[in-house]
């Protein structure tokens, strides 16, 4: 839970111009509907409605794994990779980013 904090934070700063790519990837038909009312928002604002929809769609399953696929998706391996940097920084997250396999463990 914390790391999704963290990374969502993460993403939220970093995905610029991408934010509605990012939604469509992760929320699919329903990314205007989780958007209503954010339409005069930030990027952050709005990547942060995005986030915590999807988290609350799929509760548990909302993995960082599918996060990390769908930056991957969009071609985003900048923020991917600001990530593996973030969460090297934060041991207490307890968990570590294998880059190579594109997953978190």
Request: aromatic residues 4%; hydrophobic residues 35%; neutral net charge.
């Amino acid at each position: 839970e914390k790391v999704m904090t963290v990374c969502g934070r993460e993403i939220e700063l970093k995905i610029g111009r991408d934010w509605k790519k990012l939604g469509r990837h992760l929320l699919g038909d329903r990314l205007d509907y989780a958007l209503e009312s954010t339409r005069d928002s930030s990027i952050e604002e709005k990547t942060s409605e995005i986030l915590k929809t999807w988290h609350q769609q799929l509760g548990h399953r909302a993995t960082m794994k599918i996060l990390l696929d769908a930056l991957k998706a969009i071609r985003r391996q900048d923020v991917i990779d600001h990530l593996c940097q973030v969460i090297h920084r934060h041991p207490e997250l307890g968990t570590h980013f294998r880059q190579d396999e594109n997953d978190m463990v």
